[in-house]
């Protein structure tokens, strides 16, 4: 397009090369998540675990979730000051992955929580969200690499440009790695909740009654 344009067609240039950056930007998330679920399923790939500070990981994600939303969205949190022993890294890429999804798929003027809490499953960060939800029929291939639930949504109108197709089975992975599983709850009209479930077994401490909003 640049080489067959009016070189004084400054804003056709412009155009041509802010959608150069978003497609070389996508490229860069894609291959990030590929490398990252291929050492997700290697089984050789030991998980490195410390004590993480669930509360502080989640606020930093709601952060970067409202700077995508830029005011779109009401974006409410409940979280307990609750620590867990896991990767740090690998679980703050499933949560964002869960609450970034929530953002670019649910309307503008929608509403989204975060909960991070014990439950009786055990370990519960779920994202609520009040988009469109999903078919039951979609439910069971979420987390195959690259479904997409409308083939054609164009993934110009999400906010963010959308996502890479591995979000959900890179949440999956992770999951699984630390002893839990992914939960999702969707229909139709009613907006959807996903959820990662941890055993209790990944408490550290007590939970604390005091709650960081």
Same mark, same amino acid.
């Given at each position: 397009?640049l080489?067959? *344009? &009016?070189?004084?067609n400054?804003?056709?240039?412009?155009k041509?090369?802010?959608r150069m950056?978003?497609? /070389?930007?996508r490229?860069?998330?894609?291959?990030?998540?590929?490398?990252?679920?291929?050492?997700?399923?290697?089984?050789?790939?030991q998980l490195?675990?410390s004590?993480?500070?669930?509360p +502080? =990981?989640v606020?930093? #994600?709601?952060q $970067?979730?409202?700077? =995508?939303?830029a005011g779109?969205?009401? #974006?409410? +949190? &409940?979280?307990?000051?609750?620590?867990?022993?896991?990767?740090?890294?690998?679980?703050?890429?499933a949560? /964002?992955?869960?609450l970034?999804?929530?953002?670019r798929y649910?309307?503008a003027?929608? +509403?989204?929580?975060?909960?991070w809490?014990?439950e009786?499953e055990?370990?519960?960060?779920?994202?609520?969200d009040?988009?469109?939800?999903i *078919?039951?029929?979609?439910?069971?291939? =979420?987390?195959?690499?690259?479904y997409r639930?409308?083939?054609?949504r164009?993934?110009?109108?999400l906010i963010?440009g959308?996502?890479?197709?591995?979000?959900?089975?890179i949440?999956k992975h992770?999951?699984?790695?630390?002893g839990?599983?992914? &939960? #999702?709850?969707?229909?139709?009209?009613?907006?959807?909740?996903?959820?990662c479930?941890?055993?209790?077994?990944?408490?550290?401490?007590r939970? *604390? $009654?005091?709650?960081?909003?």
């Open positions: 397009t080489q067959d *344009s &009016d070189p004084d400054l804003a056709l240039r412009t041509s090369l802010q950056v978003e497609q /070389a930007e490229m860069q998330r894609l291959v990030e998540d590929l490398l990252m679920l291929s050492r997700l399923e290697d089984p050789k790939h490195a675990e004590e993480v500070d669930v +502080a =990981l606020h930093s #994600i709601i $970067d979730a409202e700077a =995508l939303s779109r969205h009401v #974006i409410s +949190a &409940d979280v307990v000051n609750l620590h867990v022993a896991g990767n740090a890294d690998e679980l703050r890429s949560f /964002a992955n869960l970034t999804n929530a953002v649910t309307p003027g929608g +509403a989204i929580h975060v909960s809490k014990h009786e055990g370990l519960a960060y779920r994202v609520r009040s988009g469109e939800g *078919s039951p029929e979609h439910i069971a291939r =979420l987390t195959e690499r690259f639930v409308d083939k054609g164009s993934r110009n109108n963010g959308g996502g890479t197709g591995l979000g959900l089975s949440v992770v999951m699984l790695r630390h839990g599983r992914l &939960d #999702i709850k969707s229909e139709p009209g009613a907006g959807s909740t996903f959820s479930l941890l055993p209790d077994s990944r408490q550290i401490g939970p *604390s $009654d005091r709650s960081v909003r």
